[in-house]
Nanobody
């Protein structure tokens, strides 16, 4: 099973930017659809963004569309989440996750592998 490690979280003021990274352990990284999810205290885990195996297709939650960009580098076994124009409501623990199919990319239950999460805090 692929292992995932996120980095890049932190504290930022509203309107600022952060870039999250997720490094995978497996050489067959390109076989996985990669997603980013987040979970705020007392709330359910929610979909943020996903990218297809090659990175040619990307998908976003409405709440982050136009502000966040997901990308991947298969040679580096990494997926990234560039977050701009951050808002206090973006505060959450952010997780990267891997799945093999694209049909249910919004459903966190379809992802078999998860990172440990990285905290993003946006102050107003």
């Amino acid at each position: 099973q692929v292992r995932l490690v996120e980095s890049g979280g932190g504290l930022v003021q509203a309107g600022g930017s952060l870039r999250l990274s997720c490094l995978a352990s497996e050489r067959t990284f390109s076989r996985y659809v990669m997603g980013w999810f987040r979970q705020a205290p007392g709330k359910e885990r929610e979909f943020v963004a996903a990218t297809s195996w090659s990175g040619s297709s990307t998908y976003y939650a409405d709440s982050v569309k136009g502000r966040f960009t997901i990308s991947r580098d298969n040679a580096k076994k990494s997926v990234y989440l560039q977050m701009n124009s951050l808002k206090p409501e973006d505060t959450a623990v952010y997780y990267c996750a891997a799945t093999t199919g694209l049909d249910y990319y919004r459903d966190y239950l379809k992802y078999a592998a998860w990172g440990q999460g990285t905290q993003v805090t946006v102050s107003s």
